[in-house]
């Protein structure tokens, strides 16, 4: 049952995680393979907030649960993928265009 009710946050993440990479290539003019790279770890992050957390919106998303509490789910989950530093990278990028494009305002994550 819980997974019927996961389901439209779940769909709005993967329709999010394309333009994301879409925005990264042609706006930010990152090579497909920095891209990629972001991508990859917002894909991670996506599956995380759907299967660890009660979060129903990205605006929803606390400081702690995109800091903390995934790059410790990351580090015992996700082998041979980029370092925490980079995390906070990609987590920055995504929610600067949340907050661009999307109009998803998260100033708890942004203002770290």
Known sequence: MA???RK?????CE????????????????????????????HIFNEFLARQTDVGDYSEVTKGIANTY?????RRKVWGGP???RISITLKKFFLFLKEKKGIHNKKVLEE
């Open 15 to 42: 329709a999010i995680l394309d333009e994301f990479y879409d925005y990264l290539v042609d706006e930010k003019s990152l090579s497909e393979r920095t891209a990629n790279s972001h991508y990859q770890v917002i």
């Open 83 to 85: 370092n925490i530093d």
């Open 70 to 74: 995934f790059k410790q789910w990351y």
């Open 8 to 12: 439209p946050f779940v769909e709005k």
């Open 3 to 5: 997974e019927e009710e």
